[in-house]
C-alpha cells in the first residue's frame, strides 16, 4: 500500500469513527425521549418546542416515566439544566434544603426590572423583603381591604360589562376582562387609586401596557444566550428597547404614586393601602434616605403589582373555561352558591323583621354580588379552583440555582452552574403522581369522606410554591377569585364560543394564547 491510499484509508476509517459517534451519540440520547445533538446539546429540541414548552416537558417526562431530566446546552456553554416535576425533588428543593437552592444571579439579571423586590433577592435582602411583606398582607385591615376591592370591581365594573355583553348578545374575550380586574383590583389594594382599566370600551392604560412589553420582552430573554440579550441590550434595540421605554415609564408612574400618597399622608389623608403601610413602617427608620426608600418602595410595590395581576387573571380564565366544559361541576357550585343565598335571605330576613316587621320580595331581576361572609365555607368552589391551578397553575415554572453539589431525592446529582427548572406544570399532569384520570377536571379529589376540604393533595400542589418562599397571596387570591366566580357564575351562563381554540400561551405566567372568547347570557335562577 502506498502512502497516498494507506492516507485515503485513515481519511475514511476517521469519517466512519465521527459518523459513528454522531450516530450513537443522536441515537443514545434520542431514545431517552429528548434529542440530543452533537456539539448543539438539546438546545435545538429546546428551540424548536419553544412555543409550547410546557406540554413538550410534559410529554419528555411521560415518556421517560420518571421526574427527571436534562437539558444540556451547546458544547462550549456552561448551560446545564435540571427540569424536574418529582414532588419529592420539589419539596427538597423548595423546603428541606432551601438554602442550598437560591433563585440564583442569572435570575436576577434576567428580571431585573424587579430591582431588589422580594421575587428578586435571596438570603438577608429577601429575609428582610419577606418580614415587611408578611407584615403588610397579614393584618385582618387588610384581608378586609382585599375584600371590599374585590366586591366594588365585581359590583361596579366586572357585572355592568358582561349584562352590557349579555344584552347585546356579542361575545367577549374573558380572558381579558379578568386581566383587568386584577389590574384594578390590584391597584387599587397596593395604592388605594381606583383606575377603572375594567370599563365599558376596554380603555387603554400605559401602565398595563408598560407590564404587558415587560412580561414580552422577559420571556424573548428566555429564548437566547445571556450574552446576545445583553448585546441587544447594549445597541438598544428590538425587544430591549422597548423593555427600556417599559421600565422608564412604569418607574415614572410609581415614582408619581410614592410622591402622591407622601403627600396626602402629610396633609393627613389616611387610607388603608399596602403603600401607606410600607411608608410609614420605613417612617421609623430614620437612617435611610428619601430616595434610597422611594427605590426600595418602587421595588417592593412592583413585585406586589407583578405577584398579583397575571396570576389572578390566569387562575381565573383557565377556571372559567374547565367549568364551562364540564356541566356537572358548574351545577355543583351553583347550588353551593344557592345555599348561601338563602342563608344571607335568612339573615336578612331576620335584621329586618326586628327592625321594622316587614319582609320584602324583590320581583325584577338583579344582579347578586356576593359579600365575604357569603363566601366563607365554600368547600365545593375552593375544591374546584384548587383542581383548576393543579391542571394550569399560573406560575407554570420556577427556576433554581444550585450552591453545593447534592443528591435530589430521585438521585439525580446536581451541581453549582446548574440552573433546576421546576415545572408546576408537568406536576398535575402525572398520572403516577395525581393518578390514571390526572387530566380529568375533578374537584371531588380535594373533598374528604366527611364533606370538608381534604389536606393530602397538598403535599403535591405547588401552584402556591412552598416552604419559606411560599406565596403571600394565596388567602387573599382565593378571597379575589370567589368573588369574580360567584358573581360571574350565579349572575350569568358563560359559553366558550364555538371553535375557539383555547391552549397555553408560552408565558412568564400561564395565559391563553388566544384569549377567551365567551358568549354571556343571564342566568334565572
Ligand atoms: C392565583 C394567584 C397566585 C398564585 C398562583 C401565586 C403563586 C405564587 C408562586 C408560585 C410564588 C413563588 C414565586 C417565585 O418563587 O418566584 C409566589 C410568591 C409570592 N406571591 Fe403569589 N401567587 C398568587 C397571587 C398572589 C397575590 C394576589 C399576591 C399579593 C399579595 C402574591 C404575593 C406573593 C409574594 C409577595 C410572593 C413572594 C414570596 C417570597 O419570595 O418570599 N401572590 N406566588
Keep these: 500500500m502506498d502512502e497516498f491510499q494507506s492516507n485515503f484509508l485513515s481519511i475514511i476509517c476517521l469519517a466512519f469513527l465521527c459518523l459513528l459517534l454522531l450516530m450513537s451519540l443522536y441515537l443514545k440520547h434520542h431514545s431517552q425521549a429528548i434529542d440530543y445533538w452533537l456539539f448543539l446539546g438539546s438546545l435545538p429540541s429546546l428551540v424548536w418546542n419553544s412555543n409550547r414548552l410546557f406540554e413538550w416537558a410534559t410529554e419528555v417526562f411521560s415518556s421517560l416515566g420518571r421526574g427527571s431530566f436534562i437539558i444540556d446546552g451547546p458544547i462550549f456553554s456552561k448551560l446545564r439544566y435540571l427540569a424536574t416535576c418529582h414532588p419529592n425533588n420539589i419539596e427538597y428543593i423548595l423546603k428541606t434544603n432551601f438554602n442550598n437552592f437560591p433563585k440564583g444571579e442569572d435570575f436576577r439579571e434576567v428580571f431585573d426590572i424587579l430591582g431588589d423586590g422580594i421575587f428578586n433577592v435571596d438570603s438577608d435582602s429577601w429575609r428582610v423583603q419577606r418580614r415587611m411583606a408578611h407584615a403588610g398582607v397579614s393584618p385582618v385591615e387588610f384581608k378586609t381591604l382585599v375584600a371590599n376591592m374585590s366586591r366594588k370591581v365585581v359590583e361596579e365594573q366586572l357585572v355592568p360589562i358582561l349584562i352590557h355583553v349579555a344584552k347585546k348578545g356579542s361575545s367577549i374575550d374573558l380572558q381579558e376582562v379578568c386581566l383587568r380586574f386584577a389590574f384594578d383590583s390590584s391597584i387599587s389594594v397596593i395604592f388605594g387609586r381606583h383606575e377603572r382599566y375594567l370599563s365599558l370600551g376596554l380603555p387603554s392604560n400605559e401602565l398595563a401596557k408598560a407590564a404587558d412589553e415587560v412580561q414580552e420582552a422577559i420571556l424573548y430573554r428566555h429564548t437566547m444566550p445571556i450574552f446576545l440579550w445583553k448585546t441587544l441590550r447594549w445597541l438598544g434595540v428590538g425587544r430591549e428597547r422597548n423593555l427600556f421605554e417599559a421600565h422608564k415609564k412604569i418607574d415614572s408612574i410609581f ?271
Excluded at 371531588?444 to 381534604?454: A, M, P
Excluded at 358563560?494 to 408560552?506: Q, T
Aim: glycine share 6%.
Design 255 to 525: 415614582q408619581e404614586y410614592i410622591s402622591q400618597k407622601r403627600e396626602d399622608l402629610v396633609k393627613g389623608v389616611k387610607t388603608v393601602d399596602l403603600l401607606s403601610s410600607y411608608i410609614n413602617a420605613l417612617e421609623d427608620d430614620k437612617s435611610v434616605s428619601l430616595a434610597k426608600n422611594d427605590k426600595f418602595l418602587r421595588d417592593a410595590m412592583f413585585s406586589f403589582f407583578i405577584a398579583g395581576r397575571d396570576t389572578i387573571a390566569s387562575g381565573l380564565s383557565w377556571f372559567f373555561w374547565l367549568v364551562s366544559k364540564s356541566p356537572s361541576v358548574e351545577m355543583k357550585i351553583l347550588e353551593e352558591l344557592k345555599l348561601a343565598v338563602l342563608s344571607r335571605k335568612k339573615r336578612d330576613d331576620e335584621a329586618k323583621c326586628k327592625n321594622d316587621g316587614a319582609v320584602t320580595r324583590e320581583t325584577e331581576w338583579r344582579p347578586l354580588i356576593f359579600d365575604s361572609d357569603d363566601l366563607k365555607g365554600l368547600v365545593y368552589m375552593h375544591a374546584a379552583l384548587c383542581e383548576s391551578l393543579r391542571l394550569y397553575p399560573p406560575v407554570p415554572l420556577n427556576s433554581k440555582s444550585v450552591l453545593k453539589e447534592d443528591v435530589l431525592p430521585d438521585g439525580t446529582l446536581v451541581k453549582p452552574g446548574m440552573q433546576i427548572i421546576l415545572s408546576f406544570y408537568s406536576v398535575g399532569r402525572m398520572p403516577w403522581i395525581w393518578g390514571e384520570d390526572c387530566l380529568e377536571f375533578k374537584p371531588e379529589r380535594w373533598i374528604d369522606d366527611d364533606g370538608k376540604l381534604s389536606f393530602e393533595p397538598m403535599s403535591k400542589f405547588f401552584a402556591f410554591n412552598a416552604g419559606p418562599r411560599s406565596c403571600l397571596g394565596k388567602d387573599i387570591s382565593f378571597t379575589q377569585m370567589k368573588s369574580v366566580v360567584a358573581a360571574v357564575l350565579f349572575n350569568f351562563h358563560v359559553e366558550v364560543v364555538e371553535g375557539h381554540l383555547v391552549c397555553p400561551k408560552p408565558f412568564i405566567n400561564l395565559h391563553m394564547k388566544n384569549g377567551l372568547k365567551v358568549n354571556i347570557k343571564r342566568r334565572a335562577i
